[in-house]
């Protein structure tokens, strides 16, 4: 006998972890990563705020493999609730 809810549960968790697993091991092998500009040296070393307990904040530059992964994850769920909906497929 099978518990319909938890089979649901259980197929939301083996789409939704190795999306995230792979979002966090792609992020973390293209940190380095980034579009270059005439003052990306400088932005990389430049310390714009300094915090209690050492912390810095600096205005690095966001890699762009990161902002493609962002985009198109939010691109993907956006269009599947569309097209779910579209199509009429009660969940």
């Known amino acids: 006998m099978r518990f319909f809810a938890l089979l649901n549960f259980q197929h939301v968790i083996l789409y939704i972890f190795p999306a995230l697993i792979f979002i966090v091991i792609f992020g973390l092998a293209l940190a380095g990563s980034y579009i270059k500009r ?6 990389l070393i430049a310390v714009r705020r ?12 966001f890699p ?3 902002t493609l992964i962002i985009a198109g994850t939010v691109v993907w ?7 779910t909906a579209l199509q009429g497929v009660k969940i």
């Open 38 to 43: 005439a003052d990306s040296a400088e932005r």
């Open 50 to 61: 300094r915090y209690p307990d050492g912390i810095e904040s600096k205005n690095a530059p």
């Open 64 to 66: 762009v493999a990161l």
């Open 77 to 83: 769920g956006v269009g599947y609730i569309w097209f």
